[in-house]
């Protein structure tokens, strides 16, 4: 008796714990450096936003190494996170096709720019010959550098206040057989960040260099005063200055006619590297918030409708029993939610399928408890026994159709991460959380209430209050 007292506490604790968690107005968590928000997170089909599946840009029979897909997909990833939108995914779908999921996103055209540019920047010696903006070039490298990446129409210039870079005056168009020289490109950049000038009050991108590329750029700019010095993003010159005076210190700035979104969009090239393979947009979706505000709606009377059933169904056909088990799966769908806060798990409509059907696993359990139950009582067991009796034959079916289940989960979701589906892969994730939720509630909960129950009721109680 004294365990059943010291499971029950244990089970309130919990219970407790997951109303905490699941308030909506609890702020959430902050101890030293780690925080945690305690909000509901939402996927594409419920917040709305952005799907894209972006393709690689090759001839068919060019192939794409899997390695290239890795790196790509990362970089992928990465610009996204630094746009600020919370929750986007980006997976590899076969072996050419990254499938891009930004919940919340509005710029679509911006977004999906800031993508698939493959964002090769360069800055290219042009000798005393000023080009205009956007002129397409050739280039080649006359070092062992790399490449790295930007996009709209600026000036660079060194981050004193009397520049050493000036635009030039006269720019003329590109010989179109003229070969320019790179002398270093992007992956030499070690910060990037957007700001702005405090004298004309106009965005800027500010950036430093790594050590090589601080000498490479002195050195040059102290050998080539006078003459100009082209910023090329993806072979197409966005800036021309003219080199005033030695720039040294290895920082320097991009102007030009900036917005704030489009500096970040662009500094987020900068900062996270250059595509390794080209990409072109095969198809993009956007979903409307107000869509899916209604399927989140939907979704929910759906649920309730569902669990109403559930519960006249219990109660006409296991009577007490039924309520101790309403009482348990009203538990476990607390548990199973504050689990996904504190996690956290993105919720969409497929998850909310397989939190359902994992709702109904956990509803089996109890139903074979019961019926065990009652096959006792028919056998002539007291109410102790028949509950003790019942459960121990009814676990092995509980066992093994559970493992079943996660067996299948597992395999969904191998599935959906090979493949891209997100919808699969959201849909074993929330299956197999319930699942294992839902054998705790069956081994702990259900029992535990069930034995607080009958110590309350007489021995002698009639056997159609539990269904018999």
Do not use: C, H
């Not at 996009?151 to 320019?180: G, S």
């Amino acid at each position: 008796m004294k365990s059943k007292y010291i499971n029950l506490a244990l089970i309130f604790v919990i219970l407790a714990a997951a109303i905490w968690v699941v308030l909506p107005s609890n702020p959430g968590i902050s101890i030293g450096s780690f925080t945690r928000s305690f909000k509901t997170v939402f996927g594409l089909d419920l917040q709305g936003g952005l799907n894209v599946l972006l393709e690689v840009d090759l001839p068919a029979d060019q192939a794409v190494d899997a390695q290239q897909m890795t790196d790509t997909r990362q970089i992928l990833q990465n610009r996204v996170d630094g746009t600020g939108l919370s929750e986007a995914t980006v997976q590899v779908a076969g072996t050419r096709r990254f499938i891009i999921e930004i919940p919340g996103a509005t710029e679509v055209e911006q977004v999906i720019s800031m993508l698939k540019t493959t964002g090769q920047l360069e800055f290219v010696d042009m000798g005393d010959t000023p080009l205009s903006e956007g002129s397409v070039i050739k280039t080649t490298l006359n070092t062992g550098n790399s490449t790295e990446a930007p996009q709209p129409t600026p000036v660079v210039a060194p981050t004193t206040t009397d520049p050493a870079a000036t635009p030039a005056a006269t720019p003329t168009t590109a010989p179109e057989d003229k070969i320019w020289t790179t002398i270093m490109t992007g992956d030499q950049l070690d910060q990037v960040g957007v700001s702005t000038d405090t004298t004309t009050g106009n965005v800027v991108i500010t950036f430093t260099l790594k050590s090589a590329g601080a000498q490479i750029f002195s050195d040059y700019t102290t050998n080539n005063v006078g003459r100009y010095l082209a910023i090329v993003l993806d072979k197409t010159i966005i800036s021309a200055p003219q080199i005033n005076e030695p720039i040294t210190e290895g920082e320097g700035i991009i102007q030009g006619s900036f917005t704030v979104d489009s500096a970040n969009a662009l500094a987020i090239q900068l900062r996270y590297g250059s595509l390794p393979i080209p990409l072109k947009v095969a198809e993009s979706r956007v979903v409307g918030p107000t869509l899916g505000q209604d399927s989140l709606q939907k979704s929910i009377i759906a649920g309730l409708v569902g669990f109403g059933i559930v519960v006249l169904f219990m109660l006409i056909f296991y009577k007490l029993a039924g309520g101790v088990a309403i009482l348990a799966i009203a538990s476990y769908a607390l548990i199973t939610l504050a689990l996904y806060k504190l996690l956290p798990v993105t919720l969409t409509l497929p998850g909310i399928a397989g939190f359902l059907l994992s709702t109904g696993g956990a509803l089996d359990a109890n139903i074979l408890i019961f019926e065990r139950l009652k096959e006792e009582l028919r056998s002539g067991r007291t109410l102790l026994q028949a509950v003790d009796l019942g459960w121990k034959r009814a676990w092995p079916s509980i066992r093994d159709s559970n493992i079943a289940t996660l067996i299948t989960s597992a395999i969904l979701f191998w599935f959906g991460s090979s493949f891209g589906a997100t919808i699969v892969k959201g849909f074993a994730i929330t299956l197999a959380l319930g699942v294992l939720i839902s054998l705790f509630s069956s081994i702990f909960i259900t029992r535990a209430f069930l034995n607080i129950v009958l110590n309350f009721v007489s021995p002698k109680i009639p056997r159609k209050w539990f269904g018999a």
